[in-house]
């Protein structure tokens, strides 16, 4: 069973910095696709950013582009999400997630495994 532990988040002023952290278990890390995903309250679960198994292809919604930057250590089992210039509307309940194929998804149905989230909460 795959495993997936989020760290990272926290309350910050709006225009500061925040990394996630997405720790997976071991002998599970070669997986294609991780994708991050955020919820928040009374909201569905939208897709924030993807990156291939290799790391050199990454996808972003729009909204964080220019902003956020998806990477991944694969010797460490781990994702991250930097976050700079962060905005109120930023706050949500941050979730990473695993593909089993190499194929960039926006949807999160497509993803088989999660997280449990951590909580990034951003004052203006």
């Known amino acids: 069973q795959v495993q997936l532990v989020e760290s990272g988040g926290g309350l910050v002023q709006a225009g500061g910095s925040l990394r996630l952290s997405c720790a997976a278990s071991?002998?599970?890390?070669?997986?294609?696709?991780m994708g991050w995903f955020r919820q928040a309250p009374g909201k569905e679960r939208d897709f924030v950013a993807a990156?291939?198994?290799?790391?050199?292809?990454?996808e972003y919604t729009d909204s964080v582009k220019g902003r956020f930057t998806i990477s991944r250590d694969n010797a460490k089992k781990t994702v991250y999400l930097q976050m700079n210039s962060l905005k109120p509307e930023d706050t949500a309940v941050y979730y990473c997630?695993?593909?089993?194929?190499?194929?960039?998804?926006?949807?999160?149905?497509?993803?088989?495994?999660w997280g449990q989230g951590t909580q990034v909460i951003v004052s203006s």
């Open positions: 997630a695993r593909r089993r194929v190499n194929i960039f998804s926006r949807t999160a149905q497509d993803y088989s495994s």
């Open positions: 990156i291939s198994e290799s790391g050199r292809a990454t």
């Open positions: 071991a002998r599970t890390f070669s997986v294609p696709v």
